[in-house]
């Protein structure tokens, strides 16, 4: 005679499935701020390795040539571009042409960038090297929080803003401008995330608060220490971009910006750093004002790098008057750095 046997149960009841599915839910709730944090936080920590690096080309630079490398030269041609044999990128740095008795500015070689047309057809190079010499990105200059390179639109080439011919090339003429690059030129260009230290405003229009790095500076690190220190002058700081509304103008299209490595610097003048911005077509009138000054899309701060090298982190609640003084080099005025 058989023995009855219960059947065994195969699966879940619909209720202790749902039950699976919303601890399941639950707990990648709880993950994901703590997996967000963890790449934020190295994020950051690569961004400051990053400035540092900058900051130790520059003051090898120095040593080597006597002074900081200009702010930008005759041409436009921004600091980076002088320290990237510095940074073990001398293949970019060959490749970068430098023709001051044929254009006016560097982004008018055909070498270096292709002209401009409005279009994403990015012609061939007459360039040698078969490769534009304002084109590589360079994995040190860009911060892993920004966005990706291919997500900008456009590109800050050089800001031409003061007096002609003494605080930017006098080809550009009397009216002032922040110039960026046109279509296929903004394809081209590789990105930067940090940029030089030019003060409060440009040299003529602020000669007391000039930064380290201006239009044909070159400025010995002895006279930063023996003005208001190399540990309270910052050299380089983020610049994250913002959204810029052309409607094509120019070739422009609309989108967000960020700088190239050939740009030289940015002022203090137009505010406080901006953190953690979306960057969306917020403003009324189209423009975001993070394209005006040094940004970061960390939520803590921007990052700076000091004459000294070492690297600190600014907040938007800084001084407006603490903020601009610390970029200048020769105020004369006692600051230190907040905590």
């Known amino acids: ?26 707990l990648i709730g709880l993950l994901l701020p ?25 003051n090898n630079y120095e040593t080597s040539r006597g002074t900081l490398p200009p702010g930008a030269d005759g041409q436009n041609a921004g600091c980076i571009v002088y320290l990237l044999p510095f940074m073990e990128q001398d293949n970019a740095f060959n490749n970068f042409s430098f023709k001051p008795a044929t254009y006016a500015f560097w982004y008018q070689d055909p ?30 200059l860009l911060c892993p929080s920004n966005p990706t390179p291919e997500t ?14 003494t605080d930017y090339p006098a080809a550009w003429g009397p009216v002032n401008n922040i110039v960026y690059s046109s279509y296929p030129g903004g394809l081209v260009l590789g990105r930067s995330s940090y940029l030089g230290m030019a003060g409060y405003y440009t040299a003529s229009g602020n000669p007391d608060n000039v930064g380290v790095f201006s239009y044909q500076s070159r400025v010995p690190l002895v006279k930063v220490t023996g003005n208001d220190g190399t540990s309270n002058t ?13 409607a094509g103008s120019g070739g422009i299209p609309d989108g967000i910006d960020g700088a190239s490595w050939q740009c030289g610097f940015m002022i203090t003048a137009w505010g406080t750093p901006t953190v953690g911005h979306t960057f969306d077509q917020t403003p009324p009138a189209g423009q975001n004002p993070n394209v005006y000054v040094f940004s970061s899309n960390h939520t803590s701060g921007i990052n700076v790098v000091m004459c000294d090298g070492s690297v600190r982190t600014v907040t938007p609640t800084i001084a407006f008057s603490t903020w601009y003084l610390l970029s200048g080099y020769k105020d004369g005025a006692s600051i230190v750095f907040p905590d």
Not at 52 to 58: E, S, T, V, Y
Not at 114 to 139: D, E, F, H, M, V
Not at 152 to 165: C, E
Not at 234 to 246: I, K, N, Q, V
């Open 1 to 26: 005679m058989g023995s009855l046997r219960p059947r065994r149960r195969a699966g879940f009841t619909l209720i202790e499935l749902l039950v699976v599915i919303a601890i399941i839910a639950v």
């Open 34 to 58: 703590a997996v967000q944090k963890v790449r934020e936080a190295a994020a950051n920590v690569k961004c400051k390795n990053n400035l540092h690096q900058l900051a130790i080309a520059a």
């Open 111 to 140: 070498y270096n960038r292709p002209a401009s047309s409005g279009t994403t057809t990015i012609p061939p190079t007459p360039n040698p090297s078969g490769i534009y010499g304002g084109g590589p990105t360079i994995p040190t």
């Open 152 to 165: 900008y639109k456009t590109v800050l080439m050089s800001l031409n803003i003061g007096v002609a011919g």
């Open 234 to 246: 910052m050299m380089f700081g983020e610049y994250s971009g913002g959204y810029l509304a052309w």
